[in-house]
């Protein structure tokens, strides 16, 4: 079965660095996610991204983060500035169509921020 | 944001048994809920959905059932199977948010010999 790879596992990375997130979705989708859960919290939304552009965006997604399609192939996610507070799971998700589709999700990056 | 919420941190049920997880939610705009599973160090794993025409759908041995005036949905698993030992999340999105979903804390589910 197709699935969302997501590449580093696990990234650690130093207060104020950029770090940049890595996915790959499942290749006949159309529409791309990421989420990211702090530990201990819930699973939360960052920013929706369809024909490279975004569609929506929480309130967590400031001018720090951006999402870039740069292939055919990937997705990622940037964040420029690397705060303590940004370190949590970061999840790549997709789906073939936009409204009442399951999201299919990769098994995450682990950001350390230190 | 408490706009999902899943009162049960965890649940403990014995093998062959049924499972009941639930969840609440408050935004009735809400019209596309989603049950995942999630283990340790992987994502979370889509299990079954429904739409708020439905009040019930069901996939081999799980059922989700919808109680739109109760704003309520439960993940109903029978039998249980060790293997089914992992995190349960509902989440619910609303038509036209580009599948923006919205997340509940999560049940902790041990199924025991």
């Known amino acids: 079965e197709p699935e969302v790879t997501q590449t580093p596992s696990h990234q650690v990375t130093q207060m104020g660095q950029e770090v940049i997130l890595r996915c790959v979705p499942i290749?006949?989708?159309?529409?791309f996610y990421w989420y990211r859960q702090i530990l201990g919290q819930k699973v939360e939304f960052l920013v929706s991204f369809y024909n490279n552009e975004i569609s929506e965006k929480s309130e967590i997604f400031d001018d720090q983060f951006s999402v870039e399609r740069p292939d055919g192939s990937n997705f990622t996610l940037k964040i420029r500035s690397t705060k303590l507070e940004d370190s949590a799971m970061y999840f790549c998700?997709?789906?073939?169509?936009?409204?009442?589709?399951?999201?299919?999700f990769g098994n995450g990056t682990r950001l350390t921020v230190t | 944001d408490q706009q999902v919420k899943q009162n049960s941190p965890s649940l403990s049920v014995q093998e062959g048994r049924i499972s009941i997880l639930n969840c609440d939610y408050t935004n009735s705009m809400f019209d596309y809920f989603l049950w995942y599973k999630k283990y340790p160090a992987e994502g979370p794993t889509f299990l079954i959905s429904?739409?708020?025409?439905?009040d019930k759908n069901e996939d081999g041995r799980f059922t989700v059932f919808l109680n739109k005036s109760a704003k309520h949905l439960s993940l109903h698993i029978v039998p249980s199977q060790p293997g089914d030992s992992a995190v349960y999340f509902c989440a619910a999105s609303v038509t036209g948010t580009a599948s923006k979903l919205t997340f509940g804390t999560g049940t902790r589910l041990q199924v025991t010999l």
């Open positions: 290749s006949n989708h159309l529409y």
């Open positions: 998700a997709s789906s073939p169509q936009i409204y009442n589709s399951p999201l299919h």
């Open positions: 429904i739409s708020s025409i439905k």
